[in-house]
């Protein structure tokens, strides 16, 4: 499996690269508003972008309830999640990402997910460490936590190799528009 993996990994990086830096950010944001339009009020996780990800800050700005940002604990571990405002001081996190460096802890009931992949089936793949599964699987044996993917449409692929605990997404966002996978 992780052979797998690895490689639909190196196939999505690159593609991600390809779409990164075109524009299309702007019009999967307009996308990521409207999917998140049912959900207003709610706490929202967002994330910072790194290397080729797409942008969801516009979005992220503009929610009017407490909004965070992962924070990974440690290996193996859930992620938790820091409130974040844009103006807030950041500190750089473990994998480079940007982190509130204040430790206010929030608990989102709706996540913007980002991923390395995803299918048309509404699973993703991530970056290999498990923290979105483990995070996911947790909120949701809690109470009904939305995980709304998002990510450039080349990001695509038409299989992915899948485990049991792969926690799949209920919307996807791309630049192409929206598509819900609610069980």
Not at 160 to 167: K, M, R
Request: hydrophobic fraction near 40%; glycine fraction near 10%; charged fraction near 20%.
């Amino acid at each position: 499996m992780s052979i797998d993996k690895s490689q639909a990994r190196t196939d999505a990086f690159a593609r991600r690269k390809l779409a990164h830096g075109t524009g299309l950010d702007i019009r999967a944001q307009a996308h990521l508003r409207t999917a998140l339009a049912p959900f207003s009020g709610r706490v929202l996780s967002g994330f910072m972008p790194i290397r080729t990800e797409i942008d969801p800050l516009p979005v992220m700005s503009d929610w009017t309830a407490p909004v965070g940002v992962p924070v990974i604990q440690g290996k193996g571990q859930a992620l938790v999640f820091h409130r974040w405002t844009p103006d807030c001081e950041m500190i750089t996190g473990p994998f480079g990402a940007r982190v509130p460096a204040g430790g206010e802890v929030v608990v989102p009931q709706v996540l913007i997910v980002p991923l390395v992949a995803f299918d048309a089936a509404g699973n993703r793949l991530g970056y290999g460490g498990g923290f979105y599964d483990r995070t996911l699987e947790a909120l949701r044996q809690q109470r009904d936590t939305i995980a709304i993917g998002y990510a450039y449409s080349a990001q695509r692929a038409e299989v992915l190799p899948l485990e049991p605990t792969d926690q799949p997404l209920d919307f996807m966002v791309t630049e192409l528009g929206v598509q819900e996978f609610r069980r």
